[in-house]
């Protein structure tokens, strides 16, 4: 199945490799990922190339579910295995989304109750942080918050998403 977001009209289908780097900045932003590419070597590459296909090529550039689902099962997923790390990315990515702050509660919400109290408390926590920055940047004018180097830390080790 096609989707209209993530492949403009043309004779020739795109690839997993493009449709994926559309989607990756549909929903990451354009700020967040030129600070990535402009990390990039030819070591990790490979890793960026798998998670471009694979991840936003295959998975998130397919429209069976809507982008605002697919946010919060990523969240949630995110939560319900410890994987903290890319939480902060991800609700920054929800104003691309359209999954609300009540939509990413709900979502920890359900990590408490099927995966546990200290995985939905964490992960609360950082949407609050990253919630806050948000708010302040809104506050301040800037044009979108993906413009904001909050999520820009390439010693945390996620500039590929």
């Known amino acids: 199945m096609s989707?209209?977001?993530?492949?403009?009209?043309?004779?020739?289908p795109l690839g997993r490799l493009e449709r994926g780097t559309l989607a990756r900045r549909e929903v990451l932003g354009d700020a967040h990922v030129d600070r990535a590419e402009a990390s990039l070597t030819d070591f990790?590459?490979?890793?960026?190339?798998?998670?471009?296909?694979?991840a936003w090529g295959t998975v998130w550039a397919d429209d069976t579910i809507a982008r605002r689902?697919?946010?919060?099962l990523t969240l949630a997923l995110l939560a319900a295995t410890g994987n903290f790390e890319e939480i902060?990315?991800?609700?920054?990515?929800?104003?691309?989304?359209?999954?609300?702050r009540e939509d990413v509660m709900q979502a920890f919400l359900h990590v408490a109750i099927y995966?546990?109290?200290?995985?939905a408390n964490h992960a609360i926590k950082?949407?609050?942080a990253t919630f806050a920055e948000l708010d302040a940047e809104h506050r301040?004018?800037?044009d979108s918050p993906a413009d904001s180097p909050a999520d820009a830390d390439p010693a945390?080790?996620?500039?590929?998403e």
Do not use: C, Q, Y
């Open 115 to 119: 995966a546990g109290v200290p995985k």
């Open 69 to 72: 689902e697919r946010s919060m």
């Open 156 to 160: 945390a080790g996620r500039d590929h």
């Open 88 to 100: 902060p990315m991800h609700v920054r990515a929800t104003e691309n989304t359209g999954a609300s």
């Open 3 to 12: 989707d209209s977001r993530t492949e403009p009209p043309s004779a020739v």
């Open 44 to 54: 990790d590459r490979p890793f960026r190339d798998l998670i471009t296909e694979g």
């Open 126 to 128: 950082l949407a609050k």
């Open 140 to 142: 301040a004018g800037l």
